[in-house]
């Protein structure tokens, strides 16, 4: 079980949700209602399924709750690139959530990369910037 008080990954998803909160706090266009509302679930969740990938017993549970998170952080993206296409969300406040978006992807990619090595007995390697910075691995999908 790991502490996600700790993980510096949670941190920056809590900063991440509470600031969509606040840029969508206001928004009275009834038109815009279930975007901001779909938008601070799915921002919201990104630091809850970490809490509970944290609470998992073993490695491999740990990695399965991040991979969920992965998943959450993926439909922020596309949340906040729906929101400021259909005119919910400025340009700029855009552009700075997508980037703390791609850090929280790079940082769950790590994280993920870390704990598998660390299961499979071998030592993490030390990341490169700029490689990996996705949580999608270029791994065979199962066609079944």
């Known amino acids: 079980m790991q502490n996600y008080l700790k993980l ?20 009275a266009d009834p038109e815009c209602a279930d975007i901001v509302s779909d938008l601070r679930r799915s ?4 630091p809850v399924i970490i ?6 017993e073993t490695d491999a549970e740990f990695v399965r709750g991040m991979r969920g998170a992965a998943m959450a952080v993926d439909e922020v993206a ?6 400021r296409d259909a005119g ?3 340009a700029v406040p855009y552009a700075k959530l997508e980037a703390r978006v791609h850090q929280l992807r790079a940082m769950l990619g790590g994280l993920m990369r870390t704990v598998r090595q660390k299961m499979e007995g071998r030592r993490p ?8 910075s996705s949580p999608r691995e270029s791994r065979p999908r199962s066609t079944s």
């Open 51 to 56: 809490v509970l990938g944290c609470d998992g």
């Open 8 to 27: 510096d990954v949670w941190k920056k998803s809590h900063e991440l949700a509470l600031d969509v909160h606040r840029l969508t706090t206001g928004r």
């Open 78 to 83: 596309y949340l906040l690139l729906f929101a």
């Open 125 to 132: 390697e030390r990341a490169v910037r700029g490689a990996g």
């Open 43 to 46: 921002a919201a969740s990104i």
């Open 88 to 90: 919910v969300l400025p």
